[in-house]
């Protein structure tokens, strides 16, 4: 029914007078007929009724966050110090400016890559890439802090932010411990690059390298479920390695071990599956190498792999949303099978990596840079379902910053037309924020550690609602892929003081005042609506 249908259906259901007489009267016809008429309507016999129960409640949030993966190694070493300023303001700053919009996404995670020095290898490395290549800490019994300068440089920014919450996470071990001497797999599916007699210089490693930044996390291996080897070519593109469910719980065991018997707070979470089906199916493409039913794998008491009776070890499992976003069935279908099984095992989830690649059934490319709002409502609906249906309680991004043409970035960094990962862009380059970083943004400027979220529904087309709550406060983020349309909170008296921040094709985090019965949600937008309890 269009707009003007709803305006005739409504003026007749409140003066409960007959259709039939003007079933032929053409919608526009009827316009006129009821302005003629001098026909007034109720505020808000239009508006889209927003009902919730803050009382009825799911997960417990924890974080939003992002990599510092590979443009922040160059960015926070070369680039101009007001440049770098900007970014780390957009990324982590709480603060408003003096009309009350957003100066930033606030940010509660910060994801650091530990890397394995492939960078001091150069060109023997085999990663073709330099921005793709990591510097270490330690090499051959020697520890060097200045590494990773550019890196450190956003971690210390994220502090000085107030970020809750520090990760670091590995691609590879460092390379003196893998057994090819590299920071690159063998390209077999399922066969770890590392040399089992360093165990416990390994275990040392990481304990050192968590207690010096300070870890809140530490994520020892990412994307098991991928063989990171080189192509035909004989060339990689990334630091990386697979490694199968035997190999990871022997390892985590030990980690965790050594971490508790040293008393260090640093929590280890894993497995950073792929995709998230790895986590729960039982049947799948990686069966055969032992790279799937990770829930049950190191969750169950009865595995031979349990790592739920570890101090060090979250209880919780990470994934990346990666392939299994379109269509909307498969969406929806993936996360609640997910939920179901980790609720199963009694673990919590974190939807830990994401950016837009493939084809995702016609439905968006990964390739191709998109500054504007076509991105960012996907990439919208993919939170919601990630939070709502799968449970998540942290939602992380890939690359903070890109240099690349592809949908790969929160912020970029071009030089004109030069786009990629190249020394036109290593240096110095323009700043280009997204929709997508505003969008983003929408969730974690509000959504702050510690709320739960609630029930909430909607009754509109192409609209979708997700709430949260602390005690003082409720946040309600709607996304909307659809036309233009009014909302209310019955619940919500009239006068009580709403606060809106809309992200859309003009505005990015825009605030404004609202009235509880008269919210306008724009089309194709994401609207942040905020109000205190009492």
Known sequence: MNFSNQIIMAFFKTRKMNLNKFLNISPYGALWLLMGLNVSFPTNSLAQKITLDPQKTFQTMHSFGASDCWSMAMVGKYFPQEKKNKIAEWLFSQEKDAQGNPKGIGLS????????????????SKITNEWRRAE???????????????????????????????LGFLNSSPVQMTKNGLAIGSGKLGEWNFNPDKINEWTDYLLKVSAHFKFNYLSPFNEPQWDWGPGKNGKASQEGTPINNTDLAWAVRKLAVHFESKG?????????????????????????????????????????????????VEKLVCGHSYFTTSPESLLIKKRNDLHTEAEQYKVGYWQSEYCILGENAGEIKGGGVDLGMKTALYVANLIHADLVNAHASSWSWWLSVSANDFKDGLIYIFNQDQKGEKDANKYDAELFDSKLLWTLGNYSRFIRPNMQRIEVNIDQEKCKISGFRDKKKVVLVV?????????????????????AYTTSEMKNLAYQQVNASNIQ??????????????
Not at 480 to 487: L, V
């Open 109 to 124: 995670m910060w994801r650091f890559n530990i890397g394995a020095g492939s960078t001091e290898q150069g060109i023997e």
């Open 136 to 166: 270490s800490f330690y090499s051959e019994g020697v520890w060097d802090w200045k590494k990773q300068e550019g890196q450190q440089f956003f971690l210390q920014a994220a502090k000085k932010y107030g970020v809750p919450y520090t």
């Open 264 to 312: 260090l707070k640093t929590s280890i979470v894993i497995p950073e599956a792929g995709q998230i089906d790895y986590l729960y199916q039982k049947n799948s493409n990686r069966k055969n190498v032992q790279q799937d039913n990770q829930i049950e794998t190191f969750f169950s008491p009865t595995s031979p792999h349990y790592l739920g009776n570890l101090k060090s």
């Open 479 to 499: 996304v909307n892929q659809g036309e233009s349309f009014k909302a209310a909170i019955p619940e919500v008296k009239t006068n009580k003081k709403i606060e």
């Open 521 to 534: 949600i724009p089309k194709q937008s994401i609207v942040t609506l905020v109000y205190n309890i009492k």
